[in-house]
C-alpha cells in the first residue's frame, strides 16, 4: 500500500492575502455609497419639504383680511408721514379662515406635483399644525421619504421629516401715490 505522504500547512505563506484585503475594501466602499446615497436623499427631501412648507405660508399669509385692512384712518398722507417719522407700518391683516383653506391648497398642489421641485422619495405630507393671529402665520409639516437603500442590519427603509415655516406680510417701506411705489 503507498501511503500518501502530505505536507505540512505553513501559515507563514502569504499567497491571496491581498485579495481578501480588495475584497474587504470593495464592500466597505459599496456600504459606504449606500449610506451617502441614503443621507443625500434625505437631505434632497428635505429641502424639498421645506420649500412645501415655505410655499405654502406664503400662500396663506397673503389671504387678505380685506374688513380689517380697509377700516381706519388712513388717507394720502399716511404713508409719507410714516416714512417721515420713522414709524413703523402695521401688519397686514390677515383673514385665517381664508389662509387655512390657502395653505390646504398649497400642500395639496404640492403634493399632486410632478416637477423637479417636489422629489418622487417625498410621500404622504401633511399638515400637523397651523398657527394664525391675524398678522402672521405658522405652519408646520411632516413628510415620509423612502430610502434607496434598506439600512443594514434593520428594517429602515424610510424616515420622518418635518418642517416648520412661519410669514407675516408687511407694506414695504416707500412713496406710494395711488398704490404705486415710487421709492
Known sequence: MDVMKRK???FSDDRGSLSVVIIGLFIITVAALMVMSDV???IVAKRSLAQATEAAAQRGVHSLNKNAYYTGKGTMF???LAVITQREHAAIPIDCNQAVLDVIFELHSWSNDTGSMKRH???GLVLTNLECDGTSLEISTYAEVKLPFKVPFTHIDSAVLTSTAGTTNQVQEGFYLFGIRLH
Open 121 to 123: 422619495e417625498l410621500q
Open 40 to 42: 443625500a436623499t434625505v
Open 78 to 80: 399716511t404713508a409719507p
Open 8 to 10: 505540512p500547512l505553513n
